[in-house]
């Protein structure tokens, strides 16, 4: 077994959902980093790890975020990324480096990564759905000093083409008001929740309903 695969099978034993590789170069061209601008983190040489997480819609709290804290389901992955990392140098004498969550510290595009390691695919909803997991599922990623081959990118299947679409009619701040995903509409529903929030001493609930309402991908 190569380094890369035995990487995935430790990150599945330390708690992932999913795992997967991409060469770091790659993302340069990610559809984020055309449409957005770059990354935060760019490498020319090794690869990205992408670890995924399972949040199962039966606990929602793994997702209440806490100023300056993330959330309970960041924080493991979180934990498995260090972990990963400290087998990395120990058992194989191979840098890693934990990347932080958002590109504007230094981060990447984890919804492109996940989609380029071949994890899953980008849903109408503009989520990656994950077979097993559906939309319920988070990242995060390592930059590894590893070369890896380039996976073959998840396509998203007929089904989410001739589903009825819910996540998109279904959205409270119409995000999807001509079938494309608007950030900004989106943005405000955080904004109503963290003044929702605001002297309430709770983590915020933020809104799902575009993840939970999809049928896709959750029975594998
Ligand atoms: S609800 Fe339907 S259209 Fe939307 S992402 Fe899921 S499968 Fe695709
Ligand atoms: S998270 Fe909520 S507000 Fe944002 S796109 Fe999804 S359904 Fe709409």
């Not at 590109?103 to 492109?112: C, E, F, P, Q, T």
């Not at 097993?132 to 396509?155: H, M, Q, Y």
């Amino acid at each position: 077994m190569g380094v890369a695969a035995e990487a995935v099978k430790m990150a599945r034993e330390l708690g992932a959902t999913v795992a997967g590789f991409v060469p770091a170069k790659s993302l340069k061209n990610s559809p984020s980093a055309r449409s957005a601008g770059p990354p935060g983190f760019r490498a020319g040489t090794g690869s990205i790890m992408v670890l995924g997480l399972y949040h199962d819609p039966e606990h929602p709290e793994m997702d209440w975020w806490e100023e300056g804290a993330s959330t309970p389901g960041d924080r493991m992955l979180q934990q498995i990324a260090e972990a990963l990392r400290k087998w990395l140098k120990e058992v194989h004498r191979i840098d890693a480096r934990v990347l932080p969550y958002q590109v504007h510290d230094g981060g990447i595009y984890l919804k492109d990564a996940a989609v380029m390691a071949g994890l899953g695919f980008i849903g109408r909803n503009n989520l990656v759905i994950v077979p097993g997991s559906g939309a319920s599922i988070r990242f995060r990623a390592l930059w590894v000093d590893l070369e890896v081959p380039k996976p073959r990118a998840g396509r998203r299947p007929a089904f989410c083409e001739e589903c009825p679409a819910p996540c998109q009619t279904k959205c409270p701040m119409h995000a999807f008001v001509d079938g494309r995903y608007h950030r900004a509409e989106c943005l405000k529903r955080i904004d109503v929740n963290k003044k929702t929030a605001t002297g309430e001493r709770r983590p915020l609930d933020h809104c799902r309903v575009c993840e939970l309402v999809c049928p896709s991908g959750r029975d594998g």
